[in-house]
């Protein structure tokens, strides 16, 4: 291998011949390789996370918690990961995300022909980059947010029920305190989010698949994908398996209105790896959105809300040209609403000088909407219209977004990364 040094992580479960015909290889300088030894995969997690650079990480298929977010993680850490099968896979580990695949019994030439056509000699600089388990289309996106009781659910009901007379919608539930599934009337929510994202973790499902995952409301006109039972659900799920369950979706349906909570803090913003993966719905859903719709009441305190959501969408690199300000509630009185507008406007170029936003959409307040909400009736097309003829005039303007492919993340020099 033309001198070249790898340092090789391995896990497999108990006894596997292959991790003991490795360690033979490599103290024997069969294999110029350091191979360290891992007896779970919670310490490929722990070493991966470290300083110390890894070429690649030999992963048993048959070992608990090999997977998308771990071949991710791996990739992430710029170390190929390379998994063991059996003379049948159990899976499709390359659409997973694996650099590539050994079979057993494992021999000396295949695996140094893996190592040197997918990992990295420590000494050398080399990128790679996760992609996405689909290459297909993507539908639209729009993602509904705003402050807690200012309507956003309704609003996300309401869109989806505007677009579903042209448009094959789904509607996501990404609230981590989902309501969705009450507010249809649904009775049993499975399945629902946790298992799509749940599914994603070891394969990618069908388009049949995904539409089984939603629920068809023949009365909306759209299918739903109900939200996370309990609000401490977000703890199973990763984000790399959020993403790719999002993508699935997207590539299933034309057309895809997401209700999500406006906190898209990750670690960056607050130092917590916890943090951005709690907030993996709603991060997801805002960076790839063609459209995000941010709800807010009147007021003075609606409109402080409005403005910190706006700046903190900012801040989170949403394009505000995309961004629609939606006051539910307002008022009837034309020299009231614009004062309002005026208001936004120069509080959002005291915040952010030379930003700027649309002109809030002003939806009068209905006060008839609960019997329609207890029978899991539609909602009037009324309550959407002005904010749907917005979200289309914007979607006609801009291209349509892709979603975000992970990537290597650049580290400042002196600086020793997640591990300081």
Same mark, same amino acid.
Do not use: K
């Given at each position: 291998?033309?001198?070249?040094?790898?340092?090789?992580?391995?896990?497999?479960?108990?006894?596997?011949?292959?991790?003991?015909?490795?360690?033979?290889?490599?103290?024997?300088?069969?294999?110029?390789?350091?191979?360290?030894?891992?007896?779970?995969?919670?310490?490929?997690?722990?070493?991966?996370?470290?300083?110390?650079?890894?070429?690649?990480v030999l992963l048993d298929e048959r070992c608990v918690g090999v997977d998308r977010d771990l071949l991710g993680t791996a990739r992430e850490a710029r170390c190929a990961p390379i998994v063991v099968c059996g003379s049948t896979p159990l899976r499709d580990w390359l659409e997973l995300g694996a650099a590539g695949i050994v079979t057993e019994p494992l021999d000396l030439g295949s695996l140094a022909a893996v190592l040197r056509d997918h990992a990295t000699p420590i000494d050398r600089g080399h990128r790679v980059v996760a992609t996405l388990p689909?290459?297909?289309?993507?539908?639209?996106?729009?993602?509904?947010?705003?402050?807690?009781?200012?309507?956003?659910?309704?609003?996300?009901?309401?869109?989806?029920?505007?677009?579903?007379?042209?448009?094959?919608? #789904? %509607?996501? *539930?990404? /609230?981590?305190?989902?309501?969705?599934?009450?507010?249809?009337? =649904?009775?049993? +929510?499975?399945?629902? $989010?946790?298992?799509?994202?749940?599914?994603?973790?070891?394969?990618?499902?069908?388009?049949?698949?995904?539409?089984?995952?939603?629920?068809?409301?023949?009365?909306?006109?759209?299918?739903?994908?109900?939200?996370?039972?309990?609000?401490?659900?977000?703890?199973?799920?990763?984000?790399?398996?959020?993403?790719?369950?999002?993508?699935?979706?997207?590539?299933?349906?034309?057309?895809?209105?997401?209700?999500?909570?406006?906190?898209?803090?990750?670690?960056?913003?607050?130092?917590?790896?916890?943090?951005?993966?709690?907030?993996?719905?709603?991060? #997801? %859903?805002? *960076?790839? /959105?063609?459209?995000?719709?941010?709800?807010?009441?009147?007021? =003075?305190?609606? +409109?402080?809300?409005? $403005?910190?959501?706006?700046?903190?969408?900012?801040?989170?690199?949403?394009?505000?040209?995309?961004?629609?300000?939606?006051?539910?509630?307002?008022?009837?009185?034309?020299?009231?609403?614009?004062?309002?507008?005026?208001?936004?406007?120069?509080?959002?170029?005291?915040?952010?000088?030379?930003?700027?936003?649309?002109?809030?959409?002003?939806?009068?307040?209905?006060?008839?909407?609960?019997?329609?909400?207890?029978?899991?009736?539609?909602?009037?097309?009324?309550?959407?219209?002005?904010?749907?003829?917005?979200?289309?005039?914007?979607?006609?303007?801009?291209?349509?977004?892709?979603?975000?492919?992970?990537?290597?993340?650049?580290?400042?020099?002196?600086?020793?990364?997640?591990?300081?």
């Open positions: 291998m033309n001198g070249e040094h790898f340092v090789v992580l391995g896990v497999a479960r108990a006894r596997a011949e292959w991790l003991a015909a490795v360690g033979r290889w490599a103290t024997a300088s069969a294999l110029p390789i350091e191979f360290i030894r891992c007896v779970s995969v919670d310490e490929v997690r722990a070493r991966l996370a470290t300083d110390r650079r890894h070429s690649a689909t290459d297909g289309t993507f539908g639209r996106l729009v993602t509904v947010t705003g402050a807690g009781g200012t309507g956003t659910s309704l609003m996300a009901m309401a869109l989806a029920g505007h677009f579903a007379t042209t448009e094959d919608v #789904a %509607l996501i *539930d990404g /609230a981590l305190d989902a309501d969705q599934a009450l507010l249809h009337d =649904l009775g049993d +929510v499975l399945p629902g $989010l946790p298992e799509l994202v749940d599914a994603h973790r070891t394969s990618t499902p069908t388009s049949d698949e995904v539409r089984a995952a939603l629920w068809h409301c023949p009365d909306h006109g759209y299918d739903l994908l109900p939200g996370l039972r309990r609000h401490r659900d977000w703890a199973t799920m990763r984000r790399r398996n959020v993403a790719a369950a999002i993508a699935s979706v997207r590539s299933t349906y034309g057309f895809v209105v997401a209700d999500v909570d406006m906190d898209p803090e990750g670690e960056a913003d607050t130092g917590s790896v916890d943090v951005e993966d709690r907030n993996a719905l709603s991060r #997801a %859903l805002l *960076d790839d /959105a063609d459209v995000v719709v941010v709800t807010a009441r009147p007021g =003075l305190s609606g +409109v402080r809300r409005l $403005l910190r959501n706006i700046v903190l969408l900012a801040e989170h690199d949403v394009d505000l040209d995309r961004v629609i300000p939606v006051i539910i509630g307002a008022p009837r009185s034309t020299a009231r609403r614009s004062e309002s507008t005026r208001a936004i406007a120069r509080l959002l170029e005291e915040c952010r000088p030379g930003s700027s936003v649309a002109t809030p959409v002003m939806v009068p307040i209905r006060r008839d909407l609960e019997p329609f909400l207890q029978d899991g009736a539609p909602l009037p097309p009324s309550v959407a219209g002005s904010v749907g003829a917005a979200v289309d005039l914007v979607l006609r303007t801009f291209a349509p977004r892709v979603p975000v492919r992970e990537g290597p993340v650049r580290i400042v020099p002196g600086h020793l990364g997640r591990t300081a």
